[in-house]
């Protein structure tokens, strides 16, 4: 039985149809070898996007410093819209304080809660029950070189 793991989208139907039929009739070793020879062609993309990231950069950089220079958060232009555009995250850089702080003030809208799979399975395979933990896990096919 053959289960769908293309990425959405990425493939037209008539593609996708034309490739599970020539996928279906490779054997195990072709197959191995057509997921190792399209690994590498990703790696051999992604290498030549370096010197384009960087010119990205630079450009950007550039954008920044004119809106700063306008005065202004867009500008707008025939070719499209420059803005800017801010990301802000938060480094706890001292837990002791940080705990006692969203403790004492009952803040526990400052902090989310993620369960630690690795540990949960540790405390389970040592006989405890975590309660109002689900795992769940998934298997996928990976090639490595021999």
Known sequence: MSED???SGALSPEEKTTLQSR???MDVATLV???RDVKAKIAEIEARA???RAMLKEVEGVLMARLIGANASSIKTENGTVYIYTTTNAVIEDPEAF???AVEHDA???YQARAVASTIITHQEAGETV???RISSYSTARVRKS
């Open 23 to 25: 996928l279906d009739a």
């Open 108 to 110: 526990s809208d400052l």
């Open 50 to 52: 370096d010197k384009p």
């Open 33 to 35: 070898k057509s997921y």
């Open 131 to 133: 309660p109002g933990v």
């Open 5 to 7: 793991h293309t990425v």
């Open 99 to 101: 705990w006692r702080y």
